[in-house]
């Protein structure tokens, strides 16, 4: 009789121990994370509070924009280490141009054509690093971190080192504002992670770009245009760059030339709530 | 006397396998699977790529854990050791890619793991020492300090073997250990099987080459479908019933109509003067001299020639992935300039490169992606979308045609056997309709079933008008297939005729001679 049931226990435990395992490879990150806002629920009761998680969102958007660009490039085993500073230039060149079109303001417009710059701005450059990777053969660590130096320095030039601020309230609506409550800034990540989604999943580009990531040689042999969708790539990873640099000056209301330092690993500073969003951040991506 | 002859020959059982099944979602890989083996002896394990074969070593090694069944293993019932453990006990895997770490020198790799020690350090004049020992033991005439890498594969393979040694095995699985050994190599292995035999080793032996079976093993045994298929001496057993063993009926040796081939029918492509002198940055350093084809509608040619004679160069430079200096190529008549294989693809030639797990398929991906990637635009809907329902009857279209075995179309490619790997690939360029198919080595790696739905299918797409070029180095497969063949030698065309002109003697004779010597070796004949 014992040796029945012992045997019987043998079979099935091990492959309950692998479910297991396998659940929490899934799901691990979800249950790290339930696990700290229950911790912080613990500390302060406030924290589950619908104006304390609008804060947290509101605090994320910004690296849930840029980490939606990154999982393009990580996808194609890239890397992009210039993000935080393009996104200061990005951002900088925006509000300059706002600045010194006089009557602008005025017109309630001002946004648009800051919108508009950044964006531009931030594709083309995302364009530059592509080409720099794809023509010249040089290595997206290496083209990025001198991409990292270069919109830095040339931020710097552009405003002499100092904030550019004073922006209209239809600019700052983009960082301030909110649609029934929920902050603009958070609605705009909301919509960018659900395009980077439906791109990925149901969209020929989305299937290149995995099969670049993938197999970069199989790809090119498929009939694939391997260099086109690595330019494409690093073009949305720097258009994305500058739209997360617009919205940032909106909130800050003020563009400023040591803005996004350090985002390309990431890592949020100034505040103390820090876990708790990396955690966050972490299962954005 | 074939299938009930599992009792082993001599002395004592030293693995006794009964029962053992696995099963994965989708697939059962193994099911109900008896295997012995004793001390010494030399087993075959055969069997069509998909039959179990793998799973089986996985199981015996630890890397896997049966569902159900026992393995006994020098008398002793095993449970669920660890690989690790599963070594020390005696049993050791030297897998077809091996696990050298091969910037490492050979004494690391050989000792790795178990490193002789003095005072905690390592002991490097006795690891050296110890590492020498192994190696004249295999006759392996290499300096112990050499780095792996540095080594050739034959070379690589018996530092996998000292490794299995130097952990006292008492058994060595061998997965395929000859699919990428020259003949010389093949009887130096073999050798070694033997020799290591009589000190009483025992060996679980994978190949793919029925032929070596009856001069190295003593016993075989087939698995098909994950079940026990058979087993025998095959001293005393043709090759052709263990053929049929494996695929489970007979194989028609497909009729050869190869003289479908309408001889004077038009000239599809036409390559005039290849040239490329320089090296590539690309691996390759084989040159372009001149070489010249011709490709008609609805016949299958072959390319023949020594692997680095220029064969594979030739054809990656027609499909755009290498460059050429000087040259033209011709499509029906018209000149056409090819810079990438999506050029190529544009004019209706589509490829199946030479190493599919490196040039062909995305292996973490799944058989949907693989399979409708080049085509994806005409899946696509309102131009940017991937349309899912088109894309799915494709995935049944060729799952039927080509038989193609697979759980389902979100399997990744990665744990196919290597025959429907294959013909994913396959798939891949046929989705595009090409008016030319080129094949690099097509059944390389794959089982004699597969092989032969592979030669079927390459046969009907000429048929319906397919200009198909094949290369491969097994002349045999060039004869039964090609209505023309060519030869190549350090980068040049050697010759061309026709199959009723050809045989295994005159084409390697141009594919390994230069002209004078030929003229001296047709005297001596």
Known sequence: MLTITQAGEQSTSPTKRVELI??????????????????????????????????????????????????????????????????????????????????????????????????TVGSAAGYLHGKAITRLRVPAFIVTLGGMTLWRGATLMLSNGSPVSGFDNSYRWWGRGDILGVPALVLVSMIVASLGFIILRYTCFGRHVYAVGDNPEAARLSGLDVDGILIRVYAIMGGLTGLAGFILSARLSSAEAVAGEGYELWRPRRHHRNDCRNAVNWGFT | MLAEATVPPTNVQLLDVRGLSKSFPGVAALNGVAFSLAAGEVHALLGENGAGKSTLLKILSGAQYQDAGTIKFAGKLLGRESPLERQRLGIVTVYQEFNL????????????????????????????????????????????????????????????????????????????????????????????????????????????????????????????????????????????????????????????????????????????????????????????????????????????????????ELVRAIFGIDPIESGQLFLQGEAIVIRSPRDAIRHGIAMVPEDRKKQGLFLNQSIRHNLSLSNLSKLSRLKYFVDRSAENRLIERFRQSLQIRMPNSETPVRTLSGGNQQKIVLARCLALSP???????????????????????????????????????????????????????????????????????????????????????????
């Open chain 1, 22 to 119: 396998a659940i929490l490879e899934k799901f691990g990150v979800f249950l790290f994370l339930l696990l700290l806002t229950a911790f912080f629920q613990l500390q302060n009761e406030r924290f589950l509070s619908i104006r304390n998680i609008l804060n947290i969102l509101s605090d994320v958007s910004i690296y849930g924009i840029l980490s939606i660009g990154m999982t393009f490039v990580i996808l194609t085993s890239g890397i992009d280490l210039s993000i935080g500073s393009l996104l200061a230039f990005g951002s900088m060149c925006g509000a300059i141009a706002v600045k010194s079109w006089s009557g602008l303001s005025a017109t309630g417009f001002s946004w648009l054509v800051a919108l508009g710059i950044s964006l």
């Open chain 2, 101 to 312: 770490m091969p910037n490492l020198s050979v004494a690391e790799n050989i000792l790795i793991g178990r490193e002789p020690t003095k005072f905690r350090f390592v002991d490097w004049k006795a690891m050296y020492r110890r590492a020498r020992e192994v190696a004249q033991r295999l006759d392996l005439a290499v300096d112990p300090l050499t780095p792996v890498a540095a080594l050739s594969v034959a070379e690589q393979q018996l530092v996998e073997i000292a490794k299995a040694i130097n952990l006292q095995a008492k058994l060595i699985i061998l997965d395929e250990p000859t699919a990428a050994l020259s003949n010389r190599e093949v009887g130096r292995l073999h050798k070694l099987v033997h020799a290591l035999k009589r000190q009483n080793i025992a060996f679980i032996y994978v190949t793919h080459r029925l032929d070596e079976v009856p001069t190295i093993c003593d016993r075989f045994t087939v698995l098909r479908d994950g079940k026990f298929a058979g087993s025998g001496d095959p001293r005393q057993c043709a090759t052709g019933d263990i053929i049929r063993m494996m695929v489970g009926r007979d194989l028609e040796p497909s009729p050869t109509h190869r003289s479908v081939a309408q001889q004077s029918s038009e000239t599809v492509l036409q390559v005039v003067n290849f040239m490329r002198t320089k090296k590539l940055p690309s691996a390759p350093a084989i040159m372009l001299r001149s070489m010249s084809l011709e490709l008609r509608r609805g016949e299958i040619l072959g390319l023949a020639g020594l692997v680095g004679a220029g064969r594979t």
């Open chain 2, 435 to 525: 008016k030319i198919l080129i094949v690099d080595e097509p059944t390389r790696g794959i089982d004699v079933g597969a092989k032969a739905e592979v030669h079927n299918l390459l046969r009907q797409l000429a048929a319906t008008g397919t200009a198909v070029l094949v290369i491969s180095s097994e002349l045999p497969e060039l004869l039964s297939l090609c209505s023309r063949i060519y030869t190549v030698k350090e980068s040049r065309i050697t010759g061309q005729m026709v199959v009723e002109e050809a045989s295994e003697e005159k084409l390697m004779t141009l594919m390994t001679l230069a002209p004078s010597e030929r003229h001296t070796h047709a005297a001596i004949d």
